[in-house]
């Protein structure tokens, strides 16, 4: 059975920092390019960051510099750090994994930003 399970969302203060972690089981993690994605309400879901299988990084404009993806293929875990968050931070953040032929998603997780 295919899991993605986050956790580490939470209340935090503009300028402050906090740590996504996902762990994955039920597919072969190290051939996916596993990503984080958010949506904050009323708005679309937006991609985040992504790191191929590969090691290839990338981020959404908005958050280059503050955010850094990683992901440990040993443990099967997806990381987001995130540090200098401020309100349009705030959103539910999805992990995702995606392959050749499949796509999983986790259940997310609540960041909100404010004082």
């Known amino acids: 059975q295919v899991q993605l399970v986050e956790s580490g969302g939470g209340l935090v203060q503009p300028g402050g920092s906090l740590r996504l972690s996902c762990v994955a089981s039920?597919?072969?993690?190290?051939?996916?390019?596993m990503a984080w994605y958010r949506q904050a309400p009323g708005k679309q879901r937006e991609l985040v960051a992504w790191?191929?299988?590969?090691?290839?990084?990338d981020y959404k404009t908005s958050v280059k510099g503050r955010f850094t993806i990683s992901r440990d293929n040993a443990k099967e875990t997806t990381s987001l750090q995130m540090v200098s968050v401020n309100a349009d931070d705030t959103a539910v953040y999805y992990c995702n994994a995606r392959g050749a032929e499949a796509e999983y998603w986790g259940q997310g997780t609540q960041v909100t930003v404010s004082s």
């Open positions: 039920g597919f072969a993690f190290s051939l996916y390019t």
């Open positions: 790191v191929t299988s590969g090691g290839t990084i």
